[in-house]
């Protein structure tokens, strides 16, 4: 990202989902950003999945799987920024999905977190969708 700055990427969110709630749809998002943070060094799904799950596993973060999906898939909550988002485990990447609440803050923590966890060189990419 060209925005980076020397301790990481800025995560600015330029398009925060916005809820919509439908009679017969229930609660739906409309657009969004998704940050992908991969490892230089390739490794497997489920080693991703062990960083992420060991940071996670710190006093910084309650977190929760609760979904039957075939893929990693938890809701975090940072307890330090109040930061809520999702982050999933797909494709050889950590995928950080921003909720409304998220904030800048607590995906920077993370990413530090992760990146302190490792001496592995993470990169971030980011996917924005307007709605």
């Not at 109040?82 to 950590?94: E, K, N, P, Q």
């Not at 950080?96 to 490792?118: F, I, K, M, W």
Request: hydrophobic share 35%; net charge negative.
């Amino acid at each position: 990202m060209s925005d980076a700055p020397i301790d990481g990427p800025s995560f600015e969110i330029p398009h925060p989902p916005e809820r919509r709630y439908s009679r017969h749809d229930g609660l739906e998002y409309g657009g969004g950003t998704v940050f992908s943070l991969t490892l230089a060094d390739d490794i497997g799904n489920d080693e991703l999945n062990a960083v992420l799950v060991e940071v996670l596993d710190g006093e910084a973060y309650t977190y929760g799987d609760w979904f039957d999906l075939p893929m990693a898939l938890y809701l975090v909550h940072d307890t330090e920024t109040g930061d809520v988002f999702r982050a999933a485990v797909r494709d050889g990447a950590i995928e950080l999905h921003v909720l409304p609440e998220t904030d800048p803050a607590g995906l920077r923590a993370l990413y530090r977190r992760l990146r302190a966890s490792s001496d592995a060189t993470w990169r971030v990419e980011r996917r924005t969708d307007a709605g």
